[in-house]
Structures are given as C-alpha cells and as structure tokens.
C-alpha cells in the first residue's frame, strides 16, 4: 500500500515532520509532495489546494483520501512508528482530537513562530520549503 502526503511546505513545523517521516521511509511506501509547488494543481487536479491550505490530506493507492489526523496516524503507522498516535481516532478521544487538530492547523504559522522562532519557511531556490532527501 502506498500513501501520498500532501504538506505545506512553508509551514516548518509540516516541514520538520515531513523530514522525519522521510528519513524513516526506508520502503518508499510514502510520497511526499508539497501543495505550494507551482505545478501542484495540474499534476493533482482532483485534491483541492485550498482546502489542502486547510487540513492535510493524504491519498491512498486506492484513491481513499484521509484528512487531518488520520492522514498523520497513517503515514506514522506505515513507517511503523508512533503506534500510540492510534489512541486518538478512538471515538470519544477523537472528537477532542480533531478539534484541537483545527485549531493547530488553522494556527500552524503562529504555533510554529512560537515554537521554531520562524513562522514560515524561507524560500529556497525553487521558491519553497523542501523536505530533506534521505
């Protein structure tokens, strides 16, 4: 089973989490790509870019898509790490879970100058973040 990550790569917080994923996808089974890139929309016309903006999404080889927390719970789960992250798709753990997701996503650039001193990911070359190749 294969699993695409759609990330904001000017998010460092996102960023740095990509990184890790990445660094521990030894069987390829994820791939990571950035909803900033500028040829985004028409290699992946079907995932809308705003929303993408809004809550992550992922997509599974079997076209499922998986947003928010359940993308993040997948992707640790497929590198086999992070196991206790399942607690929160429990049911009632997963309503309090979900919301606080919202609130860190709809607050990520805040969350992340509080937390990294950088609100946003310089651009590079490209014009934007990229996560480490291994």
């Not at 460092?12 to 990184?19: I, Y």
């Not at 950035?34 to 985004?40: K, Q, V």
């Not at 996503?105 to 946003?120: E, V």
Request: charged content about 25%.
């Amino acid at each position: 089973m294969a699993l695409t990550i759609f990330y904001d790569g000017s998010c460092p917080l996102c960023v740095a989490e990509m990184n890790q994923l990445r660094q521990l996808n030894s069987n390829n089974a994820i791939v990571f790509e950035d909803i900033l890139a500028d040829d985004f929309d028409s290699r992946y016309p079907d995932i809308d870019s705003v929303k993408a903006k809004q809550i992550l999404h992922a997509r599974l080889d079997t076209g499922e898509i998986l947003l928010g927390l359940d993308a993040t719970v997948k992707a640790w789960a497929m590198v086999n790490k992070k196991a206790w992250l399942r607690v929160l798709r429990w049911p009632v753990i997963r309503i309090v879970a979900d919301a606080c997701y919202l609130f860190f996503a709809r607050h990520r650039y805040r969350i992340s100058w509080l937390l990294t001193g950088k609100s946003r990911c310089q651009p590079c070359e490209s014009g934007q973040c990229e996560i480490k190749s291994k």
